[in-house]
């Protein structure tokens, strides 16, 4: 078969942020890929959906802080085309009520919360940073 290069197929089952991924890499490397989602929209755990005209953020909500996923938009080139939105929550508990723009902001909310609690609190935060 001179001349001729079969193409290979690849198939992903799921269109996660992972299959999405993959599945353009492999598209750019000159493979014929093709997904496959269960769901109505592609997107998996990153996205979201829309009830009465409001949008509901249903998936993963950290994703602005990781440098590996912004590697892996560069890579498949749309990092530059995504408008990125800082995502804000509200937290309410009997002790408090705010939302905090940063981490600090929110480990001085619980603070101020729990004044009695600080070292306790000091063990749970210096866990997080390391676990």
């Known amino acids: 078969m001179s001349g001729y290069e079969k193409m290979k197929n690849i198939v992903i089952i799921g269109s996660g942020i ?25 997107g998996g755990y990153t996205g979201g959906f829309y009830r009465k005209g409001y949008y509901f953020e249903s998936g993963t909500l950290s994703f602005e802080a990781s440098a590996s ?29 705010g939302t905090p723009d940063t981490y600090d902001d929110y480990k001085k909310m619980v603070y101020l919360a729990f004044p009695y609690d600080q070292e306790k609190l000091n063990r749970a935060f210096l866990r997080y940073i390391w676990d």
């Open 18 to 42: 992972g299959g999405l991924v993959a599945g353009n890499l492999l598209a750019k490397k000159g493979y014929k890929v093709t997904i496959f989602e269960a769901h109505s929209m592609p």
């Open 69 to 97: 996923v912004f590697k892996a938009m560069q890579d498949i080139e749309v990092f530059e085309k995504i408008d990125f939105v800082k995502q804000k929550i509200r937290l309410v508990a009997e002790n408090f009520d």
